[in-house]
């Protein structure tokens, strides 16, 4: 088993740019599905898939759907008053 450092150190730099964008990739997601299915309707597994990262990594930022939603509403309102 051999490691290539090159082929491994452009991977590790493009994990760490993406984490650093998945609250807003997720809040994204979830706006968009409140949006077209309703709270209710919304799985946390949809959200997940269409920001394309696990249900477990959605849960590492917001602990519960309920949590998602109050960033959500939080993200939308904030930029309004910046306006």
Same mark, same amino acid.
Not at 29 to 55: N, P
Not at 67 to 79: D, F, Q, S, T
């Given at each position: 088993? *051999?490691?290539?450092?090159?082929s491994?150190?452009? !991977?590790?730099?493009?994990? !760490?740019?993406?984490? $650093? %964008? +998945?609250?807003? $990739?997720?809040l994204? /997601? #979830? *706006? +968009? @599905?409140?949006?077209? &299915?309703?709270?209710? %309707? *919304?799985?946390?597994?949809?959200?997940?898939?269409?920001? &394309?990262? !696990?249900?477990g990594? @959605?849960? @590492?930022?917001?602990? !519960?759907?309920?949590? @998602?939603?109050?960033?959500?509403?939080? $993200?939308?309102? /904030?930029?309004?008053? #910046?306006?």
């Amino acid at each position: 088993m *051999t490691d290539h450092p090159s082929s491994s150190a452009p !991977s590790a730099r493009g994990r !760490s740019r993406r984490k $650093e %964008a +998945r609250p807003a $990739e997720l809040l994204e /997601a #979830a *706006t +968009r @599905l409140f949006v077209e &299915k309703g709270y209710a %309707a *919304t799985k946390v597994e949809e959200v997940a898939a269409l920001a &394309k990262v !696990s249900k477990g990594t @959605l849960f @590492l930022y917001y602990p !519960s759907k309920q949590a @998602l939603l109050k960033a959500v509403v939080r $993200e939308n309102i /904030a930029g309004r008053f #910046a306006e």
